[in-house]
């Protein structure tokens, strides 16, 4: 069943307008006596009937709400350097099917791209499309939120103000492995941070060592930027998350 989210919470009747209700009515081509599975802001899922179509809404009643458990128990927060050309784009659907809860771009030393003020704007826009999408298409009750482009080191300054494991990824890494360091890790809440296709300069690896955040290795192999966000998502929602089964 198609699946919406909404921005307010869950009730009886549900007017749906915008491009979602452009999006029932034009191309999928719904009719009353129709069903849908709204989500709301807090994560609580209904299926729903179409009950009236007008111009340019849809008129939703609540048939059952769903009993839904496709959320994480572990919170995370992929900070990914901007890897050059549409490859955020891939990482962010990948990333948000894997159940994260944030993405971060970041701007580092050695990022190629850069953005004036405005294209970052629409590329912050289009990727959170791309998790809404993501979202709706894997059955998510929550959808990802993408943040504004941030430098690196402002980024690593605000994320260690909060009770979170923050780890960085790194290729040079020769003494603790994500394994190792997520085995002795009891939080509930991670942030990963992975390097652009240049990798991280070693100002930014020393500095945030000096804030306490741990290098780990992902493996022997130096893996692309996209293959390394993507891993190590998937090894952290094995270790603590949901992966591996349904529960
Ligand atoms: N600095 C390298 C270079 O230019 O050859 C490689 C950078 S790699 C393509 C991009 C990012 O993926 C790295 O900054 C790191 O965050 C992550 N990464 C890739 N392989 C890794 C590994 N084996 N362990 C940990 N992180 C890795």
């Known amino acids: 069943m198609r699946r919406i989210f909404i921005s307010e919470l869950l009730k009886t009747n549900i007017v749906i307008t915008g491009a979602d209700a452009h999006h029932l009515s034009h191309v999928m081509r719904s009719r009353p006596g129709d069903h849908i599975v709204v989500a709301d802001d807090a994560g609580k899922v209904g299926e729903y009937v179409m009950t009236a179509f007008s111009s340019d809404s849809v008129t939703l009643e609540l048939v059952q709400l769903i009993e839904e ?4 128990p572990v919170e995370i927060i992929l900070a990914q350097c901007l890897p050059k050309g549409d490859k955020l784009e891939l990482i962010t659907q990948k990333a948000t099917e894997l159940g994260i809860n944030g993405i971060a771009p970041l701007t580092s030393d050695n990022c190629v791209v850069r953005y004036d003020a405005k294209k970052a704007v629409a590329r912050q826009e289009k990727w959170q499309k791309i998790a809404n999408e993501a979202a709706k298409q894997c059955g998510r009750q929550c959808i990802p939120e ?25 290729e040079n890494e020769e003494q603790i492995g994500i394994k190792e360091l997520l085995a002795h890790s009891t939080k509930k809440k991670f942030a990963v941070i992975i390097g652009p296709e240049g990798g991280f300069s070693l100002d930014e690896v020393a500095y945030a060592k000096e804030l306490g955040i741990p290098s780990v290795s992902l493996g022997n192999r130096i893996l692309r930027a996209e293959t390394a966000a993507i891993s190590a998502m998937t090894i952290l929602q094995y270790e603590k998350g949901d992966l591996g089964g349904r529960q």
């Open 146 to 170: 993408v943040m504004a482009i941030t430098p690196l080191k402002s980024w690593l300054q605000g994320i260690m103000e909060q009770d979170i494991e923050v780890l960085m990824c790194y």
């Open 69 to 72: 458990n496709t959320e994480s």
